[in-house]
């Protein structure tokens, strides 16, 4: 969400460097101590911002958590375009696949999967968020069956669980390595498999 628009006067000025205040110290907080560990009370003293504030641009935590998280995850990941599909998920995957060698990151993605199993009102923000992630996705792969990279019949939604299933499941389990080195060849995989999709409606 974003502070009040209008002519930037130096009221507007302010305005915006408290909102600006307030997402960095919610993404601070959820790093360094999890969804658990964010709190109005806190953001609002570490952005040294009066809690009212807050509330007046986001009506509950999960909101402002999943707004200022939206935001750094937009500006860490990238969006690849290149014309070949192999180029833009490699960069892709190994970009996803990184969050590991950074605890503090993984800990906010475990911590908040499982909050949005246990409260409703953040699942909904949750999932609005990781609707987004999936719609970049899904656009590297619509381009790529629209240049005859992967085959017609290839069933979007579900490949895009291909690709996000195995991170949050090794995330979450714990049971195998996510490595930025094995990017390629997992990308490699999963594209052989796409290009052998058969057409639904034949």
Do not use: C, N
Request: no cysteine; charged share 30%.
């Amino acid at each position: 969400m974003s502070p009040p628009t209008g002519p930037r006067t130096g009221g507007r000025l302010r305005s915006v460097e408290a909102h600006d205040a307030v997402m960095k110290a919610a993404v601070e907080l959820l790093e360094e101590a999890g969804y658990p560990g964010v709190t109005i009370e806190g953001v609002a003293e570490r952005a040294q911002v009066a809690k009212s504030t807050i509330y007046r641009w986001w009506p509950s935590k999960g909101a402002l958590v999943m707004d200022a998280y939206s935001q750094v995850v937009t500006e860490r990941m990238p969006r690849p375009d290149s014309g070949a599909i192999a180029e833009d998920l490699t960069r892709f995957v190994t970009e996803l696949y990184r969050v590991t060698s950074h605890p503090g990151r993984a800990q906010a993605l475990r911590t908040m999967m499982v909050e949005a199993q246990r409260d409703r009102d953040f699942a909904i923000e949750f999932r609005r968020w990781v609707g987004t992630r999936r719609d970049v996705l899904a656009g590297m792969l619509v381009r790529a069956v629209d240049r005859r990279e992967l085959a017609s019949g290839l069933d979007i939604d579900y490949a895009v669980d291909q690709v996000f299933g195995p991170f949050w499941y090794r995330l979450m389990v714990g049971h195998g390595p996510l490595r930025a080195k094995d990017a390629e060849t997992h990308v490699a995989q999963l594209i052989a498999g796409w290009r052998r999709a058969k057409d639904p409606d034949r």
